[in-house]
């Protein structure tokens, strides 16, 4: 809302390295169905508050392959 790039290199930082501490289906954060749904509702919520950013692409692509996983493990 801001228009502050640290806000977005930030929320960028901390997907990133989610996404490196968490790989798809190891760990506690793959146990629960509800806690992974709730992530992926706040995955899109964060979209939306990103999406306008100057964010490059590669990262997007992960990002929405991070929205796949979750869809798919709730699926």
């Not at 996404?19 to 706040?42: D, H, S, T």
Request: hydrophobic share 45%; charged share 15%.
């Amino acid at each position: 809302l801001t228009h502050n790039k640290e806000y977005a290199d930030c929320f960028q930082a901390f997907i990133i390295d989610w996404c490196n501490q968490n790989p798809y289906l190891l760990g506690v954060n793959w146990v629960c169905p509800m806690e992974v749904g709730i992530r992926a509702i706040n995955l899109i919520v964060g979209f939306f508050y990103f999406k306008d950013a100057s964010i490059d692409q590669t990262f997007w692509q992960t990002y929405i392959c991070l929205l796949y996983d979750h869809m798919h493990y709730v699926e």
